[in-house]
Each structure stands twice: as C-alpha cells, then as structure tokens.
C-alpha cells in the first residue's frame, strides 16, 4: 500500500518512521517533506493532489482549520482517507470526502518507535479488504483501541498530549534531584529510565496503578510522604484541569 501524507510535521514524521516504508509526501515547507523524503527513501510531491493521486492511503496531516481547504483540491483524486486530524469528527472528513472510504484514528509521538497506543473511530464497515489493510497498517505503530467517535478527543488528551505532559513530569522531577545536588545528567538519566520501566511494569501488571503505588509505598515511608505532598500539591486536579483544557475546542 502506497500511504501518502499531506503534512510533514511532527506527527507526520512519527507515522512514517514507525511505518518504516517510504511514503509520498507533500508540505508548505518544502524543505521539510525533502528531509523526510529523504530519511524513509520516498519522495516529495509536486502538489497535494500528486500526493492523491499517488497514494493508495491518504494521511491527513495538515492543520484541522485546513480541512475543507485541502479536500476542495484533492478530494477527487483521493481512493481512500485516514484523518489524524484533532478535534475533528469522523462526520465532518466524511462530508469533505464524500463516496470515499474515511478512518479517523489519533496517534502520538510514540508512534515512531512503534509502541503506545492508537485509537481508532468506530465505524460501520466500508470496505472489507481495505478496512482490515488500514487497521492493521495502523497497528503497527502501538496498541490499537478502538473507541465511539465522540470520544476520540477525550482519549487524544489523555494519549495523544501525554509525550508532552510527561515530559514536564520528567523535568521537573530532574529540577528537583538538580535542586539537591544530582548533577543534571544524572537525574535525567534516572527519571527516564524510571519511567520506561514504570511503564513495563504497569503493563505487566494489568494497568492496576493501585497495586503499583501499594507496592512501592510503605506506611510513613519515603514514597507514602512524597505521595501525600504530590496530592496535596494538587496533582490530580492539575491533569484533569489538563484534560478539560485539551478537549475545550472540540469540534461539535
């Protein structure tokens, strides 16, 4: 399957890493689809309907407010669309590419080592063969869920935005060993290995965080005492407030 990619921005790029194939791509900087033409062994497109017209799958990658825009000029070139497009409903990419079988899935930055999750938008069937061709396309690229449309947003804030939050987790957790005498590679070091391995550990354990804090946490312990500081501090409330703040703008 030739996947072609209107984009070639971040998440772009961490689609067609994870994909390890090369892909036909097309960006308003050009300079940036020759780069990951370049890295996969693909190829930059004149337009975005060479991209269409090329592609047996095309991956929806620009802006969301482009939507309309970019379908005006390809959607008559188009066999078959997956949207990446946040905030964006599965109905609203069907009404832009009308008589065209459409997937709308959310991925993160994870994508491009090929582990995390992905979601999928359930849908009635379209197309048998290329339902199951695009499903398992996108598997490859992390743990597919797959979840009613209207929630795809929700779950784009939890996963899609995670790589970002946690990134701050893992910051501030290396300014704080800084603040007392780690030195800064160190404490990156330690924080990122330790997250990889909460991870492994979590999935290993059947994704029971309770057990997990149990387990480490012993009563009046170092972890019992950082625990309470982080709850009080108001950690929960911080990303749910992070949550309400990412799916604010959805689209209706």
């Excluded at 849908?123 to 199951?132: A, E, I, S, T, W």
């Excluded at 391995?197 to 972890?223: F, I, K, N, Q, Y």
């Excluded at 982080?230 to 992070?242: D, H, I, P, Q």
């Amino acid at each position: 399957m030739q996947i072609g990619l209107i984009g070639a921005g971040s998440m772009a790029r961490a689609l067609a890493r994870g994909w390890r194939r090369p892909v036909v791509c097309a960006d308003p900087i050009a300079a940036r689809a020759q780069a990951l033409a370049e890295e996969l062994g693909g190829r930059v497109a004149a337009s975005n309907v060479e991209v269409a017209r090329s592609a047996d799958l095309l991956v929806l990658c620009h802006k969301p407010a482009q939507l309309a825009e970019v379908a005006a000029e390809v959607a008559p070139e188009a066999r078959a669309v997956a949207s990446i497009l946040a905030l964006t409903p599965l109905s609203a990419v069907k009404e832009a590419y009308p008589g065209r079988p459409v997937y709308r899935f959310i991925p993160s930055l994870a994508a491009e080592v090929r582990v995390g999750a992905i979601v999928e938008a359930r849908d009635q069937p379209q197309d048998p063969l290329l339902d199951g061709e695009v499903t398992r396309l996108f598997s490859e690229l992390g743990s597919l869920v797959v979840l009613d449309d209207r929630l795809l947003d929700v779950a784009m804030g939890l996963m899609s935005c995670a790589p970002a939050y946690l990134a701050l987790v893992a910051e501030a957790q290396v300014d704080a060993g800084v603040r007392l005498g780690l030195g800064a590679d160190d404490a990156a070091r330690l924080v990122v290995e330790t997250l990889a391995g909460t991870a492994r550990l979590l999935e290993a354990h059947d994704r029971d965080t309770l057990a997990l804090r149990r387990a480490v946490s012993s009563p009046g312990g170092a972890t019992a005492r950082g625990l309470d500081a982080l709850e009080r501090a108001g950690v929960r409330s911080a990303f749910s407030a992070a949550l309400d703040a990412a799916v604010g703008g959805r689209s209706r």
